[in-house]
């Protein structure tokens, strides 16, 4: 099983930014596909952004312009850099990764990290 850190969840100021990192370690070979999802209070979980081993990636509209999601095929690291901050942007951040390459559905995620917390408040 592979297991997934996430790390860089903090509190920051409206307009401001972060670095969420996620390293999947358990396995040598590259994880086909990575991804971000985050659950604020009172939602359900979604969808922030994903990325697959050759480089494409897929963002929600509500991040699109903000955040850009980046990997290290070798390490299987996975980064989510985060402009532009907004209160909306207050969630648990979790990490996950797809063994079949998939990034549509939440289900086709195999692994999950415990999740990272960002607050986004003055």
């Known amino acids: 099983q592979v297991q997934l850190v996430e790390s860089g969840g903090g509190l920051v100021q409206p307009g401001g930014s972060l670095i969420l990192s996620c390293v999947a370690s358990g396995s040598p070979f590259s994880i086909p596909a990575m991804g971000w999802y985050r659950q604020a209070p009172g939602k359900e979980r979604e969808l922030v952004a994903a990325?697959?081993?050759?480089?494409?990636?897929a963002y929600s509209d509500s991040v699109k312009g903000r955040f850009t999601i980046s990997r290290d095929n070798a390490k299987n690291i996975v980064s989510l850099q985060m402009n532009s901050l907004k209160p909306e942007d207050t969630a648990i951040y979790y990490c996950a990764a797809s063994a079949a390459g998939r990034i549509d559905f939440e289900s086709s995620y195999d692994y999950w990290g415990q999740g990272t917390q960002v607050t986004v408040s003055s």
């Open positions: 990325i697959i081993s050759g480089g494409s990636t």
